[in-house]
């Protein structure tokens, strides 16, 4: 979500409606469809899952910490996002919703090999969680392009707590990424219109700047700079490449 000062017509990007968000301010609302499913539905489907089950409850992790720290012990000298150089993923399992705005795209998985493997699974499971923030980063150039001045990023929610995909999002996108000092920001949100709903505060931004913390600044590396927008080149060259497929099917 990003807001603006004047609206701005976004194509593929829902909006502008004024004082959505922010009271006085216009928002523009671009996003994806289902990520926490989609993250779910590939590690869950994998055929390594049990295997990965059985070692995270040992060393008593979670899922996906054990699978960040799996990452880490792979990666050997390389930056662990390098792991993905020849398996790409397009992410819309459920179509687009921004910015193409085209319920009829379909995932793509790019670079499968025969091995089945613990590894296999961290590798399908990193490249996913980097086609969402490739898929980020396609709605921040459209809304860039359209008008909209974007140097930072604020994540909240679950997947904000996994730190592979707050530190994915910013390497990819280039911009640094702000965590709430509260991890349930939902409630922070709702704690803010309260206050400022019995008199608190004389205006929401006010309850805003007073309420809301910031808890941590994730940096990009940009020394990987190349290697995503390498990776970002070849994500677009996938949705190109399926309406091509689709264009050659309906000549039947």
Known sequence: MGISDAPIFVPGVWG????????????????QSATGKLIDHVVRGHVAFPELQA????????????????????KKSLPVGFLTVDLHVWPDFHGN?????????????VGLTLYQGLD??????LATIQAIALGTRHILETLQ?????ISTLFL???????????????????KPIVLSKEVESVLVGAAILG??????????????????KIGKIVQPDHRDKRFYDKKY??????????????AIMQGI
């Open 233 to 246: 080149e070849v994500f677009l060259k996938l949705a190109e490449h399926q309406r091509e497929y689709k």
């Open 195 to 212: 206050a400022c709903a019995s008199g608190d505060f004389a205006s929401v931004q006010e309850a805003m700047e007073r309420m809301g």
């Open 156 to 174: 909240c929610g679950g997947l904000s707590k996994n730190p592979l995909f707050v530190q994915m999002h910013a390497d990819i996108t280039g």
């Open 55 to 74: 070692k995270a409850a040992a060393s008593a992790q979670n899922i996906y910490a054990y699978l960040n720290s799996h990452l880490d012990l792979i």
């Open 120 to 125: 296999e699974l961290a590798l399908i499971y």
């Open 97 to 109: 919703r921004s910015p193409l705005a085209d319920l009829t795209l379909k995932g793509m998985v």
């Open 145 to 149: 392009s359209a008008g909209h001045h």
């Open 16 to 31: 502008p409606y004024y004082s959505a968000m922010v009271p006085g301010f216009w928002l523009n609302e671009g996003g």
